[in-house]
């Protein structure tokens, strides 16, 4: 049965709303990131088709390597990375004599995958643990799809068996706690919200509360959406993290960056990291940027793993992140 969509906080919360009658519809996250392969054609088209055209035309000149280097910087990939692939594509065309276009395709695959670090954890810390609940901290500037995308992660979670709680912590904005509440009935999720410019770090502490409380395997805290240049409000999201470690340790901090912003996205998931520890990034707007190549421009530079990627406008388009599924549909 699923659990009531709206709990109050000690706060004072809004009232609540119906919990839904019946477990909602959501599609497996199991290969969703196959089932939205046709969302990343937008970035195919500006960045693994060119790349196959030229490395499938057999040797090339000088010019030809530089028309790659600058397919590759035009990708978001940074010029680290670039002249790094660059030199390891010199290398492999070579020693593996490359002359036709199935040669380059399953080349680039390899060398693309590799980039991606399929060594690198991806998995979620979303199972309960030591009689308290998994708590995950999702943080952001604004309008990279924060709420949404807690919202959406909770479906993902919901649809593999968890029992989820949702923490409106932003509290800046009340059309923030109204729409977690929407995701909520839409997940069967409990929600914890208190009135608009109530304490952030005491709602999420009461929504850790209501999780445990409740037997709940994970509790996902959504924040205000932070400039990372302003100190104050990124002192306040250190609080709300150290309020709610006096009850349980928080398992993920996750940062939302939207894939269109490039090397400004990277900028703010370093100050993110210097106060929170970010242990995963979520990728936002995939779908709508010819700059596929953030996704190993983010890795490379942070040390941090992309874990989901959101490749849509739909309840269900956040997909775990998959390397060679996305190289895969780079270059389908």
Same mark, same amino acid.
Not at 10 to 28: D, L, M, R, Y
Not at 166 to 182: M, N, P, S, Y
Not at 242 to 266: F, I, K, P, W, Y
């Given at each position: 049965?699923?659990?009531?969509?709206?709990?109050?906080?000690?706060?004072?919360?809004?009232?609540?709303?119906?919990?839904?009658?019946?477990?909602? *519809?959501?599609?497996?996250? *199991?290969?969703?990131? *196959?089932?939205?392969?046709?969302?990343?054609?937008?970035?195919?088209?500006?960045?693994?088709?060119?790349?196959?055209?030229?490395?499938?035309?057999g040797e090339l000149d000088e010019e030809s390597w530089e028309d790659v280097e600058a397919m590759l910087l035009q990708a978001d990939l940074g010029p680290e990375m670039t002249s790094e692939l660059v030199e390891t594509l010199r290398t492999e065309l070579a020693r593996r004599a490359v002359r036709t276009s199935e040669q380059a395709r399953q080349l680039l695959r390899e060398v693309l995958t590799a980039a991606l670090r399929?060594?690198?954890?991806?998995?979620?810390?979303?199972?309960?643990?030591?009689?308290?609940?998994?708590?995950?901290?999702?943080?952001?500037?604004?309008?990279?799809?924060?709420?949404?995308?807690?919202?959406?992660?909770?479906?993902v979670l919901v649809a593999g068996g968890r029992h989820v709680?949702?923490?409106?912590?932003?509290?800046?904005?009340?059309?923030?706690? *109204?729409?977690?509440?929407?995701?909520g009935e839409r997940a069967g999720a409990t929600v914890v919200r208190g009135p608009e410019g109530a304490d952030p770090a005491s709602v999420a502490f009461d929504a850790v509360k209501q999780g445990t409380d409740e037997g709940?395997?994970?509790?996902?805290?959504?924040?205000?959406?932070?400039?990372?240049?302003?100190?104050g409000l990124m002192d306040e999201l250190g609080k709300v993290k150290?309020?709610?470690?006096?009850?349980?340790?928080?398992?993920?901090?996750?940062?939302?960056?939207?894939?269109?912003?490039?090397?400004?996205?990277?900028t703010q998931a370093r100050v993110f990291g210097e106060v929170v520890d970010v242990t995963g990034i979520v990728l936002t707007k995939l779908d709508g940027t010819a700059k596929g190549g953030i996704v190993f421009r983010v890795q490379r530079e942070l040390g941090v793993p992309v874990k989901l990627v959101g490749l849509g406008e739909g309840p269900d388009d956040l997909a775990p992140f998959e390397p060679a599924a996305f190289v895969d549909a780079l270059l389908a």
């Open positions: 049965m699923a659990p009531p969509a709206a709990a109050p906080s000690t706060n004072g919360a809004a009232p609540p709303t119906a919990a839904p009658t019946a477990p909602p *519809e959501i599609a497996p996250a *199991e290969g969703r990131l *196959e089932r939205l392969r046709g969302r990343l054609a937008r970035s195919r088209s500006g960045f693994g088709q060119g790349l196959l055209g030229l490395l499938g035309a399929t060594d690198l954890d991806r998995s979620l810390r979303a199972l309960p643990h030591d009689g308290r609940p998994a708590v995950l901290l999702i943080v952001g500037v604004n309008g990279t799809g924060k709420t949404t995308t807690t919202g959406k992660l909770a479906r709680v949702l923490g409106a912590a932003d509290t800046f904005r009340a059309a923030a706690a *109204e729409q977690l509440g929407t995701w709940a395997d994970a509790v996902l805290l959504d924040t205000a959406g932070r400039l990372h240049t302003k100190t150290r309020v709610v470690s006096r009850q349980a340790a928080v398992d993920e901090v996750l940062l939302v960056l939207d894939a269109t912003t490039g090397q400004n996205g990277l």
